[in-house]
């Protein structure tokens, strides 16, 4: 070698002890804080968000005296109720499911979701080793919460996580702080050393001493213990608005929270498998759009009519047309979510099902209230599973793979999910037989372990038998509610009907197909529908006030009245009731009752100022200026059974007279209404209205709902 060469080795070698000296350092310095228990950053807290309260999930309690955790009373309104050993047993492994309702397994319960199928499957595959499912899935709880879930699970002896998270990223409103402004590769570097327990160790040691600032926890937003969903807020949809910006940030805290997930979960010594978030493209409509930035108001005025006219056409089957139209909108608006979700049903009712995949995913990408896991996210899983070594198992291709070998395309829709995100049943199961296989590979169920075609159908039917039904049936047509509310109509309806298709005569579940009934213009059917919701449950307002409207649509005023009436005394606090009440009186012409109920209903819902304008609408047609109304006073006399016999209301005059306005009703005890009448100072002002058994009128020839 010559002179020259052997410099440069030994310089080589020079440098290389310079830097493995200080990386050695560092390394046995990482294992000796590790021993001490110090844990990384990363591991204690979120940098983006705090949590205002620390109540665990699973509480314990002593039976037999064993030691157990159960669910925590105060969580079972989002979490099932679960119990196991505090301590596990010899030959237990034990798995925890995590993520959102999917894993719950709403609209259903633990019993049918994939936690409930793999219960079953495990031990049939195994029964040498005992095997603890354990359903953790909270109802709209998001990546962040998860992994905030995981560091009090993982104190509990894991030997597996499950973790089923993306959609509900953009549920809770939060705001990032200024920290989160920093460059991407900024961040990229201080989410690497909040992993190492060195940095962690550095900056408390740091800070201790004055020599850094410690971190203020009110930097970060902080969110309450319970999850506090904007869609649970009466404005709804409207809080929700295209913020490009915020987007990016939650992809990031997405990403930062899989992270802190993969990092307590080896931090417990446990095994972790992802979980692809699958959702339904093909029958879900996004559920708000909004315009493209800068179009002036003709332009988004033609935007919609190109809508409308696109949806039209689709729905007459001029599926050509319809594409051409739509492209003309989207040609002026591109971000406008529905204009591409009407194309991409117009691509797929021509075959062409590749561009229609592209449509239908970007109506979801553009989605300004994102339910559905966007496209980033998805992306954002798969590389965290790469990057950290996670073992991921696609539910969503796996969907699609089995819709493609049944249907010869790969856009899911209602054939496996019951809503928006929801899988159905059978749904749960194959995910199961999937995160079994999984299982398998990663050696942690036996490679020769096969569950036999019978053996397959013995669990099958143990988990039909275990249905309950109407339990089933309620939570389709709480569903259907839920996405009546949230502008779904077409997949609210089609839930209303399974619902109501099983059997169940419970008022939920009638209401609801009522309700659609009355949208399709059905009103006998609508009719049928609420009144044997209110036979179902007479002391149940909701039916009565669901009549009322149909009464005013249907041209009954004196019906419309007597419902809205008997809502208020069921349930005083409804402001709603009370203005509807108010808006018939005055329909009526009875104009003092009408701005006593109407200020009964502002008295119970102060936000509400369209009150006032009402009021000034009724005192400038009646030519009277009203003064402020007092409190009614109710008679009530009820059958044994406790539903309303006769119901009596008393308003002071608003107008400022010593005359007392009134109505007077009477009911039968399955809620049918036989007798209303205006009353003035106790007496009946007009005719009486009385409706006999078979619902005629006595003596005026209507009906009452």
């Known amino acids: 070698m010559s002179d020259a060469g052997e410099k440069r080795r030994r310089l080589g070698a020079k440098a290389a002890l310079a830097i493995a000296a200080p990386v050695a350092f560092l390394a046995t310095l990482e294992l000796l804080?590790?021993?001490?228990?110090?844990?990384?950053?990363?591991?204690?807290?979120?940098?983006?968000?705090?949590?205002?309260?620390?109540?665990?999930?699973?509480?314990?309690?002593?039976?037999?005296?064993?030691?157990?955790?159960?669910?925590?009373?105060?969580?079972?309104?989002?979490?099932?109720?679960?119990?196991?050993?505090?301590?596990?047993?010899?030959?237990?492994?034990?798995?925890?499911?995590?993520?959102?309702?999917?894993?719950?397994?709403?609209?259903?319960?633990?019993?049918?979701?994939?936690?409930?199928?793999?219960?079953?499957?495990?031990?049939?595959?195994?029964?040498?080793?005992?095997?603890?499912?354990?359903?953790?899935?909270?109802?709209?709880?998001?990546?962040?919460?998860?992994?905030?879930?995981?560091?009090?699970?993982?104190?509990?002896?894991?030997?597996?996580?499950?973790?089923?998270?993306g959609h509900n990223e953009f549920l809770e409103e939060r705001t990032y702080s200024s920290i989160k402004e920093l460059p991407r590769p900024v961040r990229g570097l201080s989410a690497l050393l909040a992993k190492t327990r060195v940095a962690t160790f550095m900056g408390a040691v740091m800070a201790e001493v004055g020599l850094l600032e410690r971190q203020d926890t009110n930097n970060r937003f902080l969110l309450p213990e319970a999850v506090a969903a904007k869609l649970d807020r009466a404005a709804?949809?409207?809080?929700?608005?295209?913020?490009?910006?915020?987007?990016?940030?939650?992809?990031?805290?997405?990403?930062?929270?899989?992270?802190?997930?993969?990092?307590?979960?080896?931090?417990?010594?446990?095994?972790?498998?992802?979980?692809?978030?699958?959702?339904?493209?093909?029958?879900?409509?996004?559920?708000?759009?909004?315009?493209?930035?800068?179009?002036?108001?003709?332009?988004?005025?033609?935007?919609?009519?190109?809508?409308?006219?696109?949806?039209?056409?689709?729905?007459?089957?001029?599926?050509?047309?319809?594409?051409?139209?739509?492209?003309?909108?989207?040609?002026?608006?591109?971000?406008?979510?529905?204009?591409?979700?009407?194309?991409?049903?117009?691509?797929?009712?021509l075959g062409r099902h590749a561009k229609a995949k592209q449509a239908l995913r970007r109506a979801r990408d553009e989605d300004v209230c994102p339910l559905r896991a966007l496209s980033e996210l998805e992306a954002a899983l798969v590389t965290v599973a790469a990057e950290t070594g996670t073992r991921l198992v696609d539910f969503n291709g796996l969907l699609e793979r089995d819709l493609e070998s049944r249907e010869g395309h790969t856009i899911l829709g209602e054939e496996d999910f019951l809503d928006h995100v929801h899988p159905t049943i059978d749904g749960h199961r194959r995910l199961a037989l999937a995160l079994t296989e999984a299982l398998r590979e990663m050696r942690l169920v036996p490679a020769e372990a096969v569950l036999s075609d019978a053996r397959l159908a013995q669990i099958e039917g143990r988990v039909e038998e275990g249905v309950d039904h109407e339990r089933h049936a309620e939570a389709l047509a709480s569903l259907a509610w839920t996405l009546d509310w949230a502008g779904q109509r077409e997949e609210s309806r089609r839930l209303a009907l399974e619902a109501l298709e099983s059997?169940?005569?419970?008022?939920?579940?009638?209401?609801?197909?009522?309700?659609?009934?009355?949208?399709?213009?059905?009103?006998?059917?609508?009719?049928?529908?609420?009144?044997?919701?209110?036979?179902?449950?007479?002391?149940?307002?909701?039916?009565?006030?669901?009549?009322?409207?149909?009464?005013?649509e249907l041209g009954r005023l004196e019906a419309a009245a007597a419902r809205f009436f008997l809502a208020t005394v069921l349930w005083p606090p409804d402001a709603k009731a009370h203005e509807k009440l108010g808006l018939v009186m005055a329909e009526r012409g009875r104009y003092g009752l009408a701005v006593a109920s109407l200020t009964e209903a502002k008295r119970r819902d102060p936000g509400r100022p369209s009150i006032d304008d009402l009021i000034a609408r009724i005192e400038r047609h009646a030519g009277?200026?009203?003064?402020?109304?007092?409190?009614?006073?109710?008679?009530?006399?009820?059958?044994?059974?406790?539903?309303?016999?006769?119901?009596?209301?008393?308003?002071?005059?608003?107008?400022?007279?010593?005359?007392?306005?009134?109505?007077?009703?009477?009911?039968?005890?399955?809620?049918?209404?036989l007798r209303f009448a205006d009353m003035v100072n106790g007496s009946v002002l007009g005719a009486e209205i009385g409706w006999d058994r078979s619902r005629k009128v006595v003596p005026l020839a209507e009906r009452a709902p």
């Open 33 to 165: 804080l590790a021993l001490g228990g110090v844990a990384p950053a990363v591991e204690r807290e979120d940098p983006f968000v705090g949590f205002a309260g620390n109540i665990p999930l699973f509480v314990p309690e002593t039976a037999d005296g064993e030691e157990w955790l159960a669910t925590s009373s105060g969580k079972l309104e989002l979490f099932n109720p679960q119990r196991f050993p505090r301590r596990k047993a010899p030959g237990t492994f034990r798995i925890f499911c995590l993520g959102g309702s999917t894993a719950y397994g709403r609209p259903y319960r633990d019993d049918t979701s994939f936690a409930g199928w793999l219960r079953l499957i495990l031990p049939a595959l195994d029964p040498a080793r005992r095997w603890e499912v354990i359903n953790a899935g909270g109802i709209s709880y998001a990546s962040y919460r998860v992994a905030e879930l995981m560091e009090e699970l993982a104190s509990y002896e894991p030997d597996l996580f499950i973790v089923y998270t």
């Open 236 to 349: 709804g949809l409207d809080l929700y608005a295209r913020d490009d910006r915020l987007r990016e940030q939650v992809l990031e805290h997405y990403r930062s929270s899989l992270e802190r997930i993969v990092s307590l979960s080896r931090s417990a010594g446990s095994e972790l498998v992802f979980v692809t978030p699958a959702s339904n493209l093909r029958s879900c409509s996004p559920f708000k759009s909004e315009h493209t930035d800068g179009l002036a108001p003709e332009q988004s005025a033609r935007s919609r009519q190109l809508l409308e006219v696109g949806r039209r056409q689709n729905q007459e089957g001029n599926w050509t047309q319809a594409l051409a139209t739509l492209d003309q909108g989207l040609a002026l608006d591109p971000r406008f979510a529905e204009l591409h979700f009407e194309r991409g049903r117009a691509l797929f009712s």
């Open 624 to 673: 009277v200026a009203f003064g402020s109304a007092g409190e009614p006073h109710l008679e009530i006399e009820r059958y044994p059974s406790g539903a309303v016999r006769t119901a009596r209301g008393v308003w002071p005059d608003p107008s400022g007279g010593s005359a007392s306005l009134g109505v007077h009703t009477e009911w039968g005890e399955d809620g049918a209404l």
């Open 503 to 552: 059997g169940v005569e419970s008022p939920r579940v009638l209401l609801i197909a009522g309700k659609h009934a009355a949208l399709d213009g059905d009103g006998e059917r609508a009719l049928d529908l609420y009144r044997r919701a209110v036979r179902a449950d007479p002391l149940s307002p909701t039916p009565h006030y669901q009549l009322g409207l149909l009464a005013i």
